[in-house]
Structure formats: C-alpha cells, structure tokens
C-alpha cells in the first residue's frame, strides 16, 4: 500500500471491505450476531439513490442484514420521525443512516437529533460529536463520521505516527472539515482549520505536512501550495464538463486538488475518483460492525 505515491483508496476499501467480512462472519459463528444497517431514504435525488444504492450492495455482501426504506419527496417530519423511532427500538437494526439532503419541510437537525446514538454510524448525532471532541474512549467511545473515519485510516497506513506534524484541514463542515480536525489532534497533530475566510490560503496550507481539502472547488489547491513531501488527501468530489468544448455533455469527477501537478511535491496524495470516494461506505460497514458489537456487549474488533 505505502508505494508510489497515489493512496489507492480503492485498493485499502477492499481490504478494508475484507476484514469487515471475516469479523462479521466472526461475529455470527462465535455470538451468533448479524450486524444489520438501515438505510433511509426520502425522495428521488439521483446522487443520493446511487449512494443508497452502494451502500445497500456493499452491506449485503459484507454479511450483514441491509434495510432499505424508501419514502416519497412530500414525506413530512413527523413521519420520518415514526420511522426513526421504530428503528431505534428494533434489535434487528444495528446502525441507522438517513440519506442527506432531506426535503425542505424536514429538519435535518431534527432527524438526527432522534436517532439513537449507540445506532448513528454516520456518527452526527451531537452525543458522537460530543465524544469525539472530548476523546471518549471504551463505553464512551464516539461513532465516528464515515469520510474523516477514511481519510485517517489511509494516513496513518501511509505515515504511521502522525505525532508532532503540522496538518492544515481546508473547510470547517460539521461531516468532514471539524471532525477530522478533531481526529488529527487525537493523534496528536499540530491542527489548523482553514476555510472560506482564511487570509493568505496558499501560505497557510504550504504550512502543512498533512494537507486535507474538503471544499467541493474542483483543482482549487495548486501544486506551489504544496510543501514538498506532504501527504495530500483530497475528500472533493466535483462534478466538471469533460473537456471537449461542452460538445458531448458529458462530465467527470474531479477532486479540490490539481491532482497531476501536485504529484510533481506531493510526498502522497489520494486520487479522486479512487481516493477517499470508496472508503466512506467501506468505513459505514466499520461502523455498523463497531456499533453492534457495543450494542451486544462485545469488543468491537481491531480494523
Ligand atoms: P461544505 O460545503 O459543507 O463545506 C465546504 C467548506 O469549504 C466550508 O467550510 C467552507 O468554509 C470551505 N470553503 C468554501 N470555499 C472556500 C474557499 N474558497 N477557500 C477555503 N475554504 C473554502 O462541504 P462538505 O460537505 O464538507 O464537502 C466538501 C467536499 O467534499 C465536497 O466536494 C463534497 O462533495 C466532498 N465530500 C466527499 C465525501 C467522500 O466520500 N469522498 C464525503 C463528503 C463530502
């Protein structure tokens, strides 16, 4: 995994995916436990049924129990509540993920504050945030958001002890810029959140030694605000015209670094698509793993 310079996140995914089964298959031979997420989704944003979509294939195949609710776009607040509530209360169910957006007449914050924290593997719930910030460990342990979750497994596979470096996480998003900074200062990193109102961003981020991007500006981060040897993760996912002249309307992703100037400093960097993309689901199926073991009384295993 530690060759080259590109961070094969779909390679570290599916052995990530791997372990996740064996442990899973574990669980049920020797406690006779079968990890279960549910997965809710309300409307028809297309984005958001290929991601339920992955997610439901990838449970599956991983051994443990997927379920899928789908509800209409005019689905009200009170409604997604019920369903929240009866999934709090069935033991089949281990994690529970409500696919965001949400519609406009539902409360993001609403939904989220409901949902039982010992089964939140997208770990938003101000419990897991809480824990996260305050270092909890053992029964006060944080489910931990899915995408930073990835994103520190990749660097301390590439770099091993992160103690004493300079990271600079560029956004401050309550699912990736904050809870990865929180992260990186566990691991005992000198850590600043830069954002859209930083002074002086290239000077800032030339500062670091771990350069996380998750700003959503397709090819913002340029390689001369790369330190030499940095490792560079890059969580964007943006959606550009292939470059034909607009002719074909045809797009593709790309991420908030310009990936092949920055490999020219970069120490590391993970590619977009193919980085940090396949391990957010991957590290949904962690979660849900970790979720029913805790749940059931059981040491969640070593991933
Ligand atoms: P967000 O829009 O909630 O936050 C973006 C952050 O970037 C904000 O904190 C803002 O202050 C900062 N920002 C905006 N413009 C900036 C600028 N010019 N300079 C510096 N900072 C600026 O987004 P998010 O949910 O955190 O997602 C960020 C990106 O990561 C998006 O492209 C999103 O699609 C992607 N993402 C990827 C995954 C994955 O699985 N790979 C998961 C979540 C998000």
Known sequence: ?????????????????????????????????????????????????????????QTAEAGMRSFEHKLPPETGQDELLALVEKLNNDPAVNGILVQL????????????????????????????????????TGASAPLVPCTPLGCMMMLKDRLGSLSG????????????????????????????????????????????????????????????WIKPGATVIDVGINRVPVEDGGESGKTRIVGDVDTQAAMAVAGAITPVPGGVGPMTIACLLANTLTAACRQEGIEPPAL
Do not use: W
């Open 1 to 57: 995994m530690a060759e080259g310079k590109i961070i094969d996140g779909k390679a570290f995914a599916a052995g990530l995916r791997e372990r996740i089964g064996r442990e899973t298959a574990r669980l049920k031979a020797e406690h006779d436990v079968i990890p279960g997420l549910a997965v809710v989704l309300v409307g028809e944003n297309p984005a958001s049924q290929v991601y339920v979509r992955n997610k439901a294939r």
């Open 101 to 136: 957006p949400l519609p406009d007449q539902i409360s993001e914050q609403a939904v989220i504050d409901a949902i039982d924290p010992d089964k939140d593997v997208d770990g938003f719930h101000i419990l897991n945030v809480g824990r996260l910030s305050t270092g909890g």
């Open 165 to 224: 470096l300079n990271a600079v996480v560029i956004g401050r998003s309550n699912i990736v810029g904050k809870p990865m900074a929180q992260l990186l200062i566990k691991e005992s990193c000198t850590v600043t959140v830069a954002h859209s109102r930083t002074r002086d961003l290239p000077a800032v981020a030339r500062g670091a030694d771990i350069l996380v991007a998750a700003v959503g500006r397709p090819g913002m981060i340029k390689a001369d």
